[in-house]
Structures are given as structure tokens and as C-alpha cells.
């Protein structure tokens, strides 16, 4: 039997997103998939603290709520749903983490229709549950578990998020009222702890660089960066630091630089998203990255080890290069600087 027939009155949706903040651009095909299949639904997002910024991004109405640190145990968990009444009446409910705490969750939401795959005991709390794709992706794998539900293919399908205007920020407005507006490139950070590790590579970076203007930005304390980038020798170079998590002013600063550059997976998912030309410092060759198989976009990675040859990889191309410079002339040519 369809889906169509199955459920034909489904108004609210929960949907409980992937654990990490670096697996938030994770879940978008899911989403996006998700809004065109229940058109008229209302969606609603549980995630944890510090991750529903991504889910801004959407292109569709979405109301992301998060769970706070200190409700993990089952015992939180419980009152943390009982008493949380923005979300009621849910017919149906995606568990994107799939664990046996976030299938307890859509139980005590008491969700009419709790779908997931099932892995161990969590499949005693979910009314359909189907056999676990190890192997998968997070974003293979989400895109998959709306498939089984619906019976419906989605590989052919393509997320990309056109950038508009954005919110201004009247301070780097300014620097773009000169006679010729600078090139800049914005560093997109994250982890301070692994940046702090860095600097003899941060260092060598900017160091190749010649009176280029930067853009740091974080949604984190700006004293810490600027804490951090003191003890960086910038050369001949300028930074403007801002700090800041308005979803508009994310998207103006995307439109005005050249390129970004990061170190972080969340916000490489965000320019894969926007189409916005930014390459990815990699440190750990062991961390798991997203394909990103339903975006139209792909990200150039620089995978930087401690000792030996970069590497880069991008598509189907990869190839190794022996220093700093070579990056940088990699980033001074796609950049268009």
C-alpha cells in the first residue's frame, strides 16, 4: 500500500536531526525532500544545543528547537518532551540519529507514526522501523530512511541555495565604498583548540600571502580569536574580525568576499550549500567526510599533515604539493584575487 493511502492526514512532522553540528548540512536532502513529499505539513526540527543555526539556511518554513546539554539521560529526556509544548499532536516522526534516546524521544512525544532504522532497542520505540545501512553516509543514509518510507526514489535530486542580499553589516559595507573595493577572503573558524595547534601552518599561510585583507569569522568569542591570530604573524597582511550568527549577515558576507577558507566540516557544508568558492583545510586524515552526493556543489580540500606533502582532492582530481606557497597560488588563481 502507498504512502498516500497509509497516511493521507499527516499535518505535523518532527523530525529529530542527526547528533553533530558538523552533520547539520547532513540532513538537508532529507529535508528538502521531506517539505516537497508533505507540501502542506507543518515541519518541525529537534536538535541538540548549538546546532539549529544551519537549519536557518532552509529554503522552507522550519521551526528548530534545540535540547539543552544538561537533558541527555533517559530521566531528562522524558521531562525535557513532557514539558516541552511548542511540539504536540505529531503524526509522524523521523529519527535521523538513531539511537535508542532519540527513538525515546518520539515516543514521548507521543508521535502517531515513529520511523527509523533499527538499531538494538531503540526499534521497540518506533512503529516501523527498517534494517540499519551500515555502510552509509549520514546523508545517504537519511535520504534512504524517507525512501523506505515513502517508496520513493530520490536520486536524482540536486540541493543548491541561491545567495541573495543578505543583511548588511554596516562596518565592512564601509570598506567596499572605496574607489576599488578590496578582494577579500573570509577564514571561517570553528575549533579554536585545533586552530591554536596550528599556528606554525597558519603562520606559513599568511605568510604567502602580500597585503591580502581577511574576514575571520565565528559564531564564537571574538576576544579568543583575536587572542589566537596575535600570536599569528600576518605579514604584510589586515584582518577584520566578526563575530556573529544572523543567518542574513552569514549570507551578505558570503556575497562579498571572494572565497572562504575553514577548517571546520559545518562550515563547509554551508558553502557547498551557497555554491560559494571556498576550500577546506584538513588536518586529521581519519575524519569522515560528507560526499555530498544531492548537492549540486563540491567542496576542494587541502588535507595538511604535521610532516610530508599536502594533498589536495577535489572530484576526481588529486594530486600533492610540497608547501604553503603552492596552496596559496592554488587559492590566488580560483579566488580570482
Known amino acids: ?29 532529507f529535508l528538502m525532500a521531506l517539505s516537497e513529499e508533505f507540501p502542506k505539513a507543518e515541519i ?33 529526556t522524558h521531562h525535557f518532551c513532557a514539558n516541552f509544548h511548542d511540539i504536540f499532536n505529531v503524526d509522524l516522526f523521523f529519527d535521523l540519529e538513531n539511537t535508542f534516546n532519540s527513538s525515546f524521544m518520539g515516543f514521548n512525544f507521543r508521535a502517531h507514526e515513529r520511523v527509523g ?20 553516509s549520514i546523508e545517504k543514509k537519511c535520504v534512504e530512511l524517507l525512501e523506505r518510507y515513502t517508496e520513493k526514489k530520490h536520486q536524482d535530486m540536486k540541493i543548491s541555495r541561491v545567495r ?14 572605496e574607489p576599488e573595493p578590496p ?62 550568527s544572523s543567518p542574513k549577515e552569514i549570507i551578505y558576507l558570503l556575497n562579498k568576499v571572494q572565497g572562504v577558507v575553514t577548517n571546520n566540516i559545518w562550515s563547509e557544508g554551508l558553502c557547498t550549500y551557497f555554491g560559494v568558492n571556498a576550500v577546506t583545510f584538513i588536518n586529521n586524515p581519519a575524519v569522515t567526510l560528507p560526499g555530498y552526493q544531492y548537492f549540486y556543489f563540491k567542496p576542494q580540500r587541502f588535507f595538511i599533515p604535521e610532516t610530508g606533502p599536502i594533498k589536495y582532492s577535489y572530484l576526481d582530481e588529486e ?19
Not at 504512502?3 to 542527526?18: A, S, Y
Not at 546546532?51 to 531528562?76: G, M, N, T, V
Not at 571561517?188 to 586552530?195: C, E, G, H, I, T
Not at 597560488?329 to 580560483?334: A, T, V
Open 1 to 29: 500500500m502507498g504512502i498516500n493511502e497509509e497516511t493521507p492526514n499527516i499535518r505535523k512532522i518532527l523530525v529529530k536531526c542527526p547528533h553533530f553540528l558538523e552533520d547539520t548540512f547532513n540532513a538537508f536532502p
Open 44 to 76: 518541525n526540527l529537534l536538535c541538540e544545543e548549538g546546532c539549529s543555526l544551519a537549519y536557518s539556511f532552509l529554503p522552507f518554513k522550519a521551526r528548530a528547537f534545540e535540547r539543552p546539554r544538561d537533558k541527555i539521560s533517559l530521566i531528562q
Open 117 to 136: 532504522f533499527g538499531v538494538g532497542w531503540n526499534k521497540y520505540f518506533l512503529t516501523k522501523n527498517f534494517v540499519n545501512p551500515e555502510k552509509l
Open 164 to 177: 541573495n542580499e543578505g543583511q548588511q553589516i554596516e562596518k565592512i559595507e564601509q570598506l567596499f565604498q
Open 183 to 244: 578582494k577579500f577572503i573570509m577564514i571561517m573558524l570553528d575549533n579554536f583548540q585545533n586552530v591554536s595547534k596550528q599556528i606554525v601552518m597558519w603562520t606559513a599561510f599568511f605568510d604567502s600571502f602580500q597585503n591580502q585583507k581577511f574576514i575571520i569569522w565565528s559564531q564564537n568569542d571574538e576576544d579568543l580569536i583575536s587572542e589566537l591570530f596575535f600570536k599569528v604573524d600576518l605579514g604584510e597582511n589586515s584582518l577584520y574580525m566578526h563575530r556573529g
Open 319 to 337: 594530486r600533492e604539493l610540497v608547501e604553503m606557497n603552492q596552496v596559496v597560488d592554488h587559492i590566488h588563481f580560483h579566488f580570482k584575487l
